[in-house]
């Protein structure tokens, strides 16, 4: 039976039979997926500044005296991050594989700053940021692309019938999934451990790590996040009113609540952009967390099906180049970057709809947050790099199958 793995790729499509008509016979041209990476990416990145614009309107002028602080505050991270976005489609994807270990001990340094007293940003109670002048950054973004990498380059570097071994699937990738996990807790920031963790299962699933080893896996990280969620008081009530949200609807749930009377009162058209009543400090968070609610109220159930759509989209582009990706560490970087982005957007949305507890975590380049938009941004643009080096369903199986002889 042939491993996940290998199995990537294999399914080849049956010729079609020849056409004797000679313009029937030439061939369409298709648009590649890079491009239509490129354009999915640019519709959310657009739409974020729009909603962002819309939602912190109300906040930004109370706090700041203009209603556009926000708004320009992404819109420089948007052209930065468009750069780079540009810089890493241009690049060889195989670099990364040469810093992938430099790129984690720098970001698992970030992270160990960011818990220095004095020198990390507390907000709300979670050290998350590094100040530097007007500028924040969150290393744990960073974290997220170097834990990809890591992982890649250690599973591309095994046999996949080494795999088998719990050595050789424990060692080294939990250790460093541990190392990542911990310090992200120790600011904390549950949501985002709870990301990398799927990344890392995700890898190990894709890679062909067997069931007997992932199952354990699963269940203890299950068991562990659990156990987190209720040793802090504050994520316990989280836990609870999600559970249950109107059994305190002023407190714990009131979030919850507000953020589904916003889904709510924008039915099916919206009540229109910018004409949120949500936004007028109902919601916490409202541009950053839980700016899907605004989108919903004001685009109604059209708009989020739209940008659930895109994110479907990308995930769809994202398994395609994956499966024709020339090699195996090419495959796994394409499979990590799209379970990181799908599985963050999805918990995002799970939790604004009250389908899923709330864990903080943005929305890929919608939510507010430069850091977050410049960080996936440049992952898309090493897929997209990927994308652009693909090759055809049989020829890119084929070497997978002897890499991995």
């Given at each position: 039976?042939?491993?996940?793995?290998?199995?990537?790729?294999?399914?080849?499509?049956?010729?079609?039979?020849?056409?004797?008509?000679?313009?029937?016979?030439?061939?369409?041209?298709?648009?590649?997926?890079?491009?239509?990476?490129?354009?999915?990416?640019?519709?959310?990145?657009?739409?974020?500044?729009?909603?962002?614009?819309?939602?912190?309107?109300?906040?930004?002028?109370?706090?700041?005296?203009?209603?556009?602080?926000?708004?320009?505050?992404?819109?420089?991270?948007?052209?930065?991050?468009?750069?780079?976005?540009?810089?890493?489609?241009?690049?060889?994807?195989?670099?990364?594989?040469?810093?992938?270990?430099?790129?984690?001990?720098?970001?698992?340094?970030?992270?160990?700053?960011?818990?220095?007293?004095?020198?990390?940003?507390?907000?709300?109670?979670?050290?998350?940021?590094?100040?530097?002048?007007?500028?924040?950054?969150?290393?744990?973004?960073?974290?997220?692309?170097?834990?990809?990498?890591?992982?890649?380059?250690?599973?591309?570097?095994?046999?996949?019938?080494?795999?088998?071994?719990?050595?050789?699937?424990?060692?080294?990738?939990?250790?460093?999934?541990?190392?990542?996990?911990?310090?992200?807790?120790?600011?904390p920031d549950l949501g985002t451990t709870i990301v990398l963790c799927v990344i890392a299962f995700g890898l190990l699933f894709i890679a062909g790590?067997?069931?007997?080893?992932?199952?354990?896996?699963?269940?203890?990280?299950?068991?562990?996040?659990?156990?987190?969620?209720?040793?802090?008081?504050?994520?316990?009530?989280?836990?609870?009113?999600?559970?249950?949200?109107?059994?305190?609807?002023?407190?714990?749930?009131?979030?919850?609540?507000?953020?589904?009377?916003?889904?709510?009162?924008?039915?099916?058209?919206?009540?229109?952009?910018?004409?949120?009543?949500?936004?007028?400090?109902?919601?916490?968070?409202?541009?950053?967390?839980?700016?899907?609610?605004?989108?919903?109220?004001?685009?109604?159930?059209?708009?989020?099906?739209?940008?659930?759509?895109?994110?479907?989209?990308?995930?769809?582009?994202?398994?395609?180049?994956?499966?024709?990706?020339?090699?195996?560490?090419?495959?796994?970087?394409?499979?990590?970057?799209?379970?990181?982005?799908?599985?963050?957007?999805?918990?995002?949305?799970?939790?604004?709809?009250?389908?899923?507890?709330?864990?903080?975590?943005?929305?890929?380049?919608?939510s507010f947050g430069g850091t977050s938009l410049l960080i996936t941004l440049a992952a898309l643009g090493i897929l997209n790099n990927i994308a652009?080096?693909?090759?055809?369903?049989?020829?890119?199986?084929?070497?997978?199958?002897?890499?991995?002889?």
């Amino acid at each position: 039976m042939a491993s996940r793995s290998s199995a990537i790729g294999a399914r080849i499509a049956k010729k079609k039979p020849q056409s004797s008509s000679p313009t029937r016979a030439a061939v369409r041209p298709q648009t590649s997926p890079g491009t239509l990476l490129t354009l999915a990416a640019t519709v959310l990145v657009g739409l974020g500044l729009v909603m962002i614009l819309s939602a912190s309107s109300i906040t930004a002028f109370a706090d700041y005296g203009s209603s556009f602080t926000f708004f320009r505050r992404q819109l420089l991270w948007a052209i930065v991050a468009f750069a780079a976005y540009l810089v890493c489609m241009r690049v060889d994807y195989h670099r990364w594989r040469g810093v992938s270990f430099v790129l984690y001990a720098i970001s698992a340094g970030l992270l160990v700053v960011v818990l220095i007293p004095g020198v990390g940003v507390n907000v709300g109670g979670s050290a998350r940021w590094i100040a530097f002048g007007p500028v924040s950054f969150q290393p744990s973004e960073v974290a997220k692309l170097a834990l990809v990498l890591v992982i890649a380059d250690v599973i591309a570097r095994k046999e996949e019938r080494t795999l088998r071994d719990f050595g050789h699937t424990a060692l080294p990738v939990l250790p460093g999934l541990g190392l990542m996990a911990f310090l992200v807790m120790m600011q904390p920031d549950l949501g985002t451990t709870i990301v990398l963790c799927v990344i890392a299962f995700g890898l190990l699933f894709i890679a062909g790590a067997p069931l007997r080893h992932l199952i354990p896996l699963g269940v203890g990280g299950t068991g562990l996040a659990l156990v987190a969620a209720l040793a802090e008081d504050y994520r316990r009530d989280r836990l609870l009113a999600f559970l249950n949200p109107w059994a305190d609807p002023l407190n714990t749930g009131y979030q919850t609540i507000q953020s589904l009377i916003a889904l709510g009162s924008g039915g099916i058209f919206g009540v229109g952009l910018g004409a949120s009543r949500q936004k007028w400090s109902y919601i916490p968070n409202s541009h950053t967390d839980f700016i899907f609610a605004i989108l919903g109220e004001e685009l109604g159930l059209l708009g989020t099906f739209m940008v659930l759509g895109l994110f479907v989209f990308i995930a769809y582009l994202g398994i395609r180049i994956a499966k024709r990706a020339p090699d195996r560490f090419g495959m796994l970087v394409a499979s990590g970057i799209t379970i990181w982005i799908a599985f963050q957007a999805l918990v995002n949305m799970g939790a604004v709809t009250a389908a899923m507890p709330i864990t903080g975590v943005p929305l890929p380049l919608v939510s507010f947050g430069g850091t977050s938009l410049l960080i996936t941004l440049a992952a898309l643009g090493i897929l997209n790099n990927i994308a652009a080096q693909e090759r055809k369903p049989r020829a890119a199986a084929k070497k997978r199958k002897d890499q991995e002889r």
